[in-house]
């Protein structure tokens, strides 16, 4: 089934990244053949490997490269430094500036400088090839995620991949038959799971202080003005993103960006782990925004913008429902373009009690009458799980999105140093990012509902759900490296 995408993909080698990516999402037939396929492999589908409760052997010093070195890379590698037992051996990316960017942090911490690949966007492949990798992160825009995780996997590592996993249900698959396959992980670096508020009530509703949870909302509401969605990406870096930002969050339909807000709900309501999705139906605004902004940026005369011309825009607001096996229901909404404040939503809504993270102040209520006072907050702050009680002091010092990507960074490495199965598995990153191209078809087919896959294979009845305590872990040492003045 591989084969038609990849020689699809091979014809646009050639074009610009963003051409390319326009291109591949653009292509409804594409991801309706997907769905089509998709249904069939279902049938067949049996996981041969539960990569779930997989623990690879134990690697007392981890040797990881990175490929993009764009600010997701850096920033990753500049906590990645700050562990024990952690060698950054080799750094990619297929323009120099990254690349310099991240010798001039290594060198003003004195650190071994890592090789070096940087000739073409191909690059990658020779870093991937080395004999002396354990690990690699997968940093760069979306739409090449798959390709390298699934490249990382055959190349015998594992792979830690930045959201979403894939674009589309063939990417999902292939990355979670490679992932069997190779008893390779590919963790997806789902940071929005490892913040406070969210930890907090994913261990509490895992408790079963909530009761049953019944319905629960996540979304990723983050307002772009449209100039930064239609900003030029200037090589070699464009320092806002606007790199990927125009070709994967504003072409298209569907909800573009669902693992921040799907993630954490799935994890408090045991999905893949005792429940799992059966269904997903989703609808669409029209665009009222980016339309309008992109003839006026073509009326001014943009060259470059030329080239894009007759794309559809995603509208303002994508709000998908997914129906669960055990009867249960998740909303997942996207907008990135009405200017509203920023909201991941988290809210979970069960038989004893109610959780909402957004409009802060966040609120807990275990009567419905009224949120928890202050002073109950404070009590009930002793059900944050182990693991974030044990890192906090150090990730509000490490910071990334307020700690909570040194959180999601720790509990990879730490889980590698113990031979423990990894937090968050590939069937969660691929249940997750599947919302993308099961929202298009069903925005495209008139809202109708669509089958989600079981990318578990079955396994998710007896699947252990999210386990945020130390699990025999917690051993990885950090220690502050301070840059030379
Ligand atoms: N988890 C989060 O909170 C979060 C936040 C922002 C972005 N992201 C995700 O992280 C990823 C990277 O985002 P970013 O903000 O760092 O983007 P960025 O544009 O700053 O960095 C991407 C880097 O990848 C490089 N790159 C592109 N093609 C390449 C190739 N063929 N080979 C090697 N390198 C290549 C680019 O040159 C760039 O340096 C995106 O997929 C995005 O979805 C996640």
């Known amino acids: 089934m591989f084969n038609s995408r990849r020689s699809f993909l091979k014809g646009l080698a050639g074009l610009p990244a963003m051409v390319a990516a326009a291109a591949v999402y653009g292509s409804e037939k594409n991801l309706r053949d997907d769905v089509e396929e998709t249904k069939l492999i279902?049938?067949?589908?049996?996981?041969?490997?539960n990569m779930k409760s997989y623990a690879a052997p134990a690697i007392s010093n981890i040797r990881v490269g990175y490929i993009g070195m764009g600010n997701r890379g850096l920033a990753s590698m500049q906590r990645l430094t700050q562990f024990e037992g952690v060698e950054?051996?080799?750094?990619?990316?297929?323009?120099?500036?990254?690349?310099?960017?991240?010798?001039?942090?290594?060198?003003?911490?004195?650190?071994?400088?890592p090789a070096e690949y940087y000739r073409d966007e191909n690059s990658w492949r020779d870093l991937i090839e080395r004999d002396d990798l354990d690990l690699i992160y997968v940093t760069t825009p979306q739409y090449l995620h798959s390709e390298m995780a699934c490249a990382v996997m055959e190349a015998g590592k594992?792979?830690?991949?930045?959201?979403?996993?894939?674009y589309t249900l063939a990417d999902c698959w292939r990355l979670v038959?490679?992932?069997?396959?190779?008893?390779?992980?590919?963790?997806?670096?789902?940071?929005?799971?490892?913040?406070?508020?969210?930890?907090?009530t994913i261990n509490m509703a895992l408790k079963g202080l909530f009761g049953e949870l019944v319905y629960g909302e996540g979304a990723y509401i983050h307002y772009f003005p449209?100039?930064?969605?239609?900003?030029e990406p200037m090589p070699p870096l464009s320092k806002k993103g606007g790199y990927y930002r125009f070709a994967v969050g504003a072409c298209n339909k569907g909800n573009r960006y669902p693992t921040h807000g799907f993630g954490p709900v799935c994890q408090a309501m045991r999905i893949n782990a005792g429940d799992r999705p059966l269904f997903l139906t989703s609808v669409e605004t029209d665009d009222f925004v980016c339309g309008k902004a992109f003839e006026e940026i073509l009326a001014r005369g943009s060259e470059y913008h030329k080239q894009f011309e007759g794309v559809?825009?995603?509208?303002?607001?994508n709000t998908s429902l997914v129906k669960t096996q055990n009867g249960k229901v998740i909303q997942i909404q996207y907008d990135r373009t009405s200017?509203?404040?920023?909201?991941?939503?988290?809210?979970?809504?069960?038989?004893?009690?109610?959780?909402?993270k957004y409009p802060e102040p966040s609120r807990i209520y275990l009567d419905h009458n009224a949120p928890l006072s202050d002073e109950e907050m404070e009590a009930v702050k002793e059900d944050t799980p182990e693991l974030t009680k044990f890192l906090a002091e150090n990730a509000v010092k490490f910071g990334g999105h307020g700690g909570m990507d040194f959180i999601c960074d720790y509990q990879l490495i730490d889980s590698l140093h113990n031979g423990l199965p990894l937090n968050i598995s590939v069937y969660d990153?691929?249940?997750?990012?599947?919302?993308?191209?099961?929202?298009?078809?069903?925005?495209?087919?008139?809202?109708?509902?669509?089958?989600?896959?079981?990318?578990?294979?079955?396994?998710?009845?007896?699947n252990k759900p999210f386990d945020l305590s130390l699990r025999g872990g917690g051993t990885t040492i950090v220690t502050p490296k301070n840059p030379k003045e």
């Open 429 to 462: 990153g691929a249940t997750w990012s599947a919302v993308t191209p099961l929202s298009l078809w069903s925005v495209t087919h008139g809202s109708q509902p669509i089958d989600f896959p079981d990318f578990t294979g079955g396994t998710w009845v007896d």
């Open 158 to 166: 594992h792979a830690a991949c930045e959201v979403p996993l894939g």
């Open 339 to 356: 200017p509203r404040p920023y909201s991941r939503i988290h809210m979970l809504s069960g038989t004893k009690g109610f959780v909402q």
């Open 88 to 113: 950054v051996r080799a750094i990619a990316d297929c323009y120099e500036y990254p690349i310099e960017r991240a010798r001039q942090y290594l060198n003003s911490i004195d650190y071994p400088a």
């Open 312 to 317: 559809e825009f995603t509208g303002n607001m």
């Open 177 to 200: 038959e490679t992932s069997e396959k190779t008893r390779k992980y590919c963790g997806i670096l789902e940071n929005c799971c490892f913040d406070f508020f969210e930890s907090l």
């Open 42 to 49: 279902m049938k067949d589908h049996r996981s041969i490997f």
């Open 226 to 231: 449209a100039e930064t969605i239609f900003e």
